[in-house]
């Protein structure tokens, strides 16, 4: 048994030669969530201001001229050194900071479902009431429409906005901030390797 337990082990560890893609599909899923979110910035950064800004029914944040400028710069550029593997460990930290303020200021109230199911764990209070007017959507579109063609792409969902997302996208972020950008595919990597390489030819010259 401890025999073939060391076989199974040492051939899990094989697969350690194509562990860049680890980091690499990482970085790729999260590239289209930040660059959607900071071009859509970009095109009504106006608007944006004034949501972060106000009290009545926005977000009510200090200096939210400053604070949209910040979060749209974080999540356009960060976009950018995701696809390319540039400086990922550092650009990881700003966007897991406006993960956790968009999960603080926007989803708390929510809870943590980002689609409602009230079947789910963490179902919330929100999230039965959603689910109720969401039967009366069904309910309705049923009797109005033609209710298999409009379901034929898909289930009628109810959004809930909770955390779920911001969440999830946080967690990737820190892995990345502990394993980098990943070997090969990443700008990165290269340039680690040829500083190594400057360091380790001035170490054998002194």
């Given at each position: 048994?401890?025999?073939?337990?060391?076989?199974?082990?040492?051939?899990?560890?094989?697969?350690?030669?194509?562990?860049?893609?680890?980091?690499?599909?990482?970085?790729?899923?999260?590239?289209?969530?930040?660059?959607?979110?900071?071009?859509?910035?970009?095109?009504?950064?106006?608007?944006?201001?004034?949501?972060?800004?106000?009290?009545?029914?926005?977000?009510?944040?200090?200096?939210?001229?400053?604070?949209?400028?910040?979060?749209?710069?974080?999540e356009f550029f960060g976009a950018i050194a995701l696809f390319f593997g540039l400086a990922v460990r550092w650009f990881s930290i700003p966007l897991m900071f406006t993960m956790l303020v968009a999960a603080?200021?926007?989803?708390?109230?929510?809870?943590?479902?980002?689609?409602?199911?009230?079947?789910?764990?963490?179902?919330?209070?929100?999230?039965?009431?959603?689910?109720?007017?969401?039967?009366?959507?069904?309910?309705?579109?049923?009797?109005?429409?033609?209710?298999?063609?409009?379901?034929?792409?898909?289930?009628?969902?109810?959004?809930?906005?909770?955390?779920?997302?911001?969440?999830?996208?946080?967690?990737?972020?820190?892995?990345?901030?502990?394993?980098?950008?990943?070997?090969?595919?990443?700008?990165?990597?290269?340039?680690?390797r040829a500083l190594y390489k400057e360091q380790r030819a001035l170490s054998l010259n002194t």
């Amino acid at each position: 048994m401890k025999t073939l337990l060391i076989k199974i082990h040492a051939l899990l560890n094989k697969t350690r030669q194509i562990d860049f893609l680890a980091p690499l599909l990482l970085r790729m899923y999260l590239v289209p969530v930040f660059w959607m979110a900071g071009t859509k910035k970009i095109e009504g950064f106006e608007g944006i201001v004034e949501w972060f800004g106000n009290t009545e029914w926005g977000l009510g944040l200090p200096f939210p001229f400053l604070m949209a400028i910040l979060a749209t710069a974080t999540e356009f550029f960060g976009a950018i050194a995701l696809f390319f593997g540039l400086a990922v460990r550092w650009f990881s930290i700003p966007l897991m900071f406006t993960m956790l303020v968009a999960a603080g200021t926007v989803h708390w109230d929510n809870g943590w479902q980002a689609i409602t199911d009230p079947s789910a764990p963490f179902a919330n209070e929100r999230v039965i009431e959603a689910s109720n007017k969401l039967a009366i959507v069904k309910d309705v579109l049923q009797e109005h429409t033609n209710y298999d063609y409009i379901t034929s792409s898909g289930s009628v969902v109810m959004l809930n906005n909770g955390i779920e997302f911001s969440a999830t996208y946080f967690i990737m972020l820190l892995a990345l901030l502990f394993m980098g950008a990943g070997r090969y595919v990443s700008v990165d990597y290269w340039v680690e390797r040829a500083l190594y390489k400057e360091q380790r030819a001035l170490s054998l010259n002194t």
